[in-house]
DNA sequence: AGGTATCGTGGGTAAAAGTGGGTAATTGTT
DNA sequence: AACAATTACCCACTTTTACCCACGATACCT
């Protein structure tokens, strides 16, 4: 079970690959096999799966219903982004255009580990996503942590 | 079992043939033995299952009552249009005018991997298709995944 | 503090993938 | 039997991807 964590502020390249931090390739399992799935996050950001945990998420797909038109669609649309991609020799993935146009990003992102999977932003969208927030920390904290 | 995923704009030439992405090949069970079934799909899209796929959809259509009049029409429409296609030496397959046209499809396609099955799209009818979903994929997720 | 290993970034090249077209074989039709 | 139409197979070209090498910066260790 991954547990990734700290934010990491790092750079595209013009064949649109990414460095993974070393600290967050420490966190990866080893049946990862190096591979990792790139897709869709929520809010305008991507979700980045090191193959083990991709698993689980893909086996609990799975159970949906392709005969219902709501599950029709959320098949679609999380499968249609998902990308799957191996770290080259200097620990990189490399992330289609598609991808990259879909969470606004360019030249910079900021890494974030978020226990499971790893999220990349554009950096000036996740500022304005806190911004965005009504609620401060500390009041969300209290209904969302039953302590 | 295939893990399809992943969604490519191709092209279709005036031959009608299309080429299966690379990245969906790697998914293709040996025993498909390169051979293709192509039909009508949910909305007005086609699917294309590898040989052993078809199999295992095949088998839960004998289960169907061929007295029952519903089970009957669905027999009819879904084998209708099904069309078996081998691989080139290109990697493509080649696709009846019928259901080309049954999707709307003209020269640019969108293939879209959906674990067991493949997607072709016009690219046009599939934008459409996903701006004419009343809830955000963000909504979906939160109904349709338990957690 | 200095040497060493690791890390992040950039670019070049060979192999693979995608696209288009030509010709021979096959099929069906008159 | 001859012809037209379709299909299958082969070849050629362009683009993309994967793999390799190189360099500067940072962290680490003794």
New binding site residues.
């Given amino acids: 079970m991954s547990a990734f964590k700290g934010s ?1 502020a ?2 595209v ?3 649109g690959r990414v ?1 993974i ?2 600290k967050l390739r420490k966190n990866v399992a080893r049946e990862a096999n190096d591979t990792f799935v790139v897709t869709r996050g929520y809010e305008e950001c991507l979700f980045v799966y090191p193959q083990d945990e991709w698993n689980k998420l893909e086996e609990s797909i799975r159970q949906l219903s392709p005969t219902n038109s709501r599950h029709r669609f959320f098949m679609r649309a999380l499968l249609e982004r998902a990308t799957e991609s ?1 770290l ?5 993935i ?1 992330i ?1 255009k598609e991808l990259l146009q879909f969470a606004h990003i360019e030249n910079e992102v900021l890494i974030i580990g978020v226990l499971e999977h790893i999220e990349i932003w554009n950096p000036k969208l996740y500022d304005q996503y806190l911004k965005a927030q009504a609620e401060s920390y500390e009041t969300v904290a209290q209904t969302v942590l039953q302590k």
């Fill in positions: 990491y790092y750079s390249d013009n064949k460095n931090p070393a191996q080259d020799a200097q620990a990189r490399s289609p």
